[in-house]
């Protein structure tokens, strides 16, 4: 169970079409205190399903969020309609083609001394100096 499950849960049992709540009165109902960022950020409050567990909790309700007030510390959860609903999207970002194109076309011979200058004389560069 999710700290913030009790948010889910109530905003499910109501048939509330808006909720309007306090930070204080979300706080008493997960027993637990909102992070200070809930409090600065007004991100926090957003509806984007990725941003927080929290968002998850009135996402799956069916509520989005409306009228953050970071100042007066409330918020409105409105019953999201069915053109409103956030979905979770899985971004698939395809490999770049070039990952990989070199694969097996290099062959370090095991008498080759990868930490070894190359040119004998350029160690020497500094020794002078």
Not at 102 to 124: I, N, R, Y
Request: aromatic residues 10%; neutral net charge; glycine residues 6%.
């Amino acid at each position: 169970m999710h700290k913030y499950d009790p948010l889910g849960a109530y905003l499910k049992s109501g048939k509330f079409e808006t909720l309007s709540m306090t930070f204080s009165e979300i706080e008493r109902l997960i027993d637990g205190s909102l992070p200070a960022s809930a409090r600065k950020h007004r991100a926090w409050w957003s509806n984007n399903p990725s941003n927080s567990v929290i968002t998850k909790a009135w996402l799956d309700a069916g509520y989005v969020t409306a009228n953050v007030d970071l100042a007066a510390e409330r918020l409105t959860f409105r019953k999201a309609h069915k053109d409103q609903t956030v979905q979770t999207v899985k971004a698939v970002r395809p490999a770049a083609s070039i990952f990989g194109c070199m694969k097996g076309t290099l062959t370090v011979l095991s008498e080759d001394d990868l930490v070894q200058p190359a040119d004998g004389e350029w160690g020497k560069v500094y020794e002078d100096v």
